[in-house]
């Protein structure tokens, strides 16, 4: 169920909404292939009128499901919006769409969670990554291809043009 909220209960106080929205509401199970969102968005948000605008202000919290992408480890990320701030006009192109006096913040959670999602999610900071391969110290056999160490660059370096 979307998270909406009624605009002429904020004609006569601000609204707080409080709760919690699963996962798949906000439709992000492709959004990324090393951060997976299946754990529910944590909300505690105020809807204030500001004119004929609205404001939303308040708290976003969600756990993501994480690989490493230097070990590809599982972890758990925090995701954590302190301050999250939205502003939605009354007319103009940026006019949220109203249906019976409700107005859907699926959209805006989902666009904001997207834009916190971790580009490289790591398990440490200090992460080595892979362990090194216990071939990697063999030495190389001539005719069994290229070297370990040799690059990609180094192929392209060859040619002539």
């Not at 209960?9 to 992000?28: F, S, W």
């Not at 951060?35 to 919290?61: C, I, K």
């Not at 971790?118 to 190389?140: E, F, I, K, T």
Request: glycine share 4%; with cysteine.
């Amino acid at each position: 169920m979307p998270l909406t909220i009624n605009i002429r209960h904020l004609a006569e106080k601000d609204l707080r909404v409080k709760g919690k929205l699963a996962a798949t509401e906000l439709e992000l199970d492709h959004a990324d292939d090393l951060a997976r969102a299946r754990l529910p968005l944590h909300y505690d948000l105020t809807a204030h009128q500001a004119g004929r605008d609205v404001l939303v202000r308040g708290r976003l919290e969600m756990g993501l499901d994480c690989e490493c992408a230097r070990c590809l480890k599982p972890f758990r990320f925090r995701l954590e919006i302190a301050d999250w701030l939205l502003h939605l006009p009354a007319d103009g192109p940026e006019k949220p769409v109203l249906k019976e006096d409700l107005m859907d913040l699926t959209p805006y959670l989902r666009e904001a969670i997207l834009l916190e999602f971790p580009q490289h999610p790591l398990c440490d900071s200090n992460c080595a990554g892979l362990p090194q391969r216990a071939d990697a110290n063999r030495p190389h056999k001539e005719g069994s291809g290229p070297a370990p160490e040799a690059s990609a660059w180094a192929e392209l370096n060859k040619l002539k043009f």
